[in-house]
């Protein structure tokens, strides 16, 4: 399906934006990327997200349209014909809203907090946050998958997408500390999932390698390190 005028305002490092990336994909709709430096935002970012100024935008017939989640479901209404990513049932469209809403607010806030973390028993309490919180994801996977590949059940859908983003940056946290969180025995449904999630036609193409991410992460955390080191001090 044609995708005219569309236009993607990212970063290639954004989980957030990767989201919109994959969505695209899945109805098969071409669209232009435009990667954005966010230490030198461009006018066009300025002019179409002047509340947040923060990426990702979408921007379909020169509409702007803000925040990965809000863009999901745009993009599922925009183009109904191509398959569908939210469920067709209200209920079951709700419950994906809901545990979106987890990830986003809750656990990815505490993802954030492992590299912010200062001191080991400050480090191990926000490491184990993160891997409590997937537990109840891996709950939630169980209760939403009804025991096929996805959240979506045969094909990947929203909830797969919102949580499926994440995972370079999950990686980049296992390896920053050492540890595993998304543990094989605690959690074998989302272990599975994720590699699934990974191969997926619309994902292997557009998700980051993580490696690279990984390399990313350690120039940025060390920026901010050497930042706050060269900060003068408080009176």
């Known amino acids: 399906m044609a995708g005219s005028e569309v236009k993607v305002l990212g ?10 990336h994959i969505a695209l994909g899945i109805k098969s709709v071409t669209y232009e990327w435009v990667e954005e430096n966010l230490e030198a935002k ?9 509340i947040n100024k923060q990426v990702p ?11 990965s989640l809000a863009i999901l479901q745009y993009i599922d209404e925009a183009w109904p014909s191509a398959p569908s990513i939210l469920p067709s049932d209200p209920y079951h469209r709700a419950v994906a809203r809901f545990w979106a809403a987890y990830i986003d607010h809750k656990w990815f806030t505490w993802l954030k907090g ?21 537990v109840v994801v891996e709950e939630a996977f169980g209760k939403c998958s009804k025991g096929k590949d996805f959240f979506s059940g045969d094909r990947i859908g929203y909830l797969d997408i919102v949580l499926g ?7 980049v946290a296992e390896k920053r500390n ?27 193409d557009v998700m980051p390698d993580k490696d690279e991410l990984l390399d990313y992460a350690n120039m940025v955390f060390q920026a901010m390190a050497k930042a706050k080191l060269n900060a003068p001090p408080n009176n």
């Open 178 to 204: 050492d540890v595993k969180l998304l543990d094989e025995e605690k959690m074998p449904g989302l272990a599975a999932w994720a590699i699934k999630f990974c191969l997926d036609g619309a994902v292997k």
């Open 57 to 67: 935008v979408l921007i379909h017939h020169h509409k702007p349209i803000c925040e």
């Open 42 to 50: 461009s006018q066009l970012l300025l002019e179409s997200n002047p």
């Open 165 to 171: 983003c994440f995972l370079g940056w999950l990686y």
């Open 11 to 20: 970063t290639w490092a954004s989980p957030f934006a990767l989201r919109i």
């Open 114 to 134: 492992v590299a912010s973390a200062e001191g080991a028993e400050a480090k191990k309490a926000a490491l184990d946050q993160v891997r409590e919180g997937l």
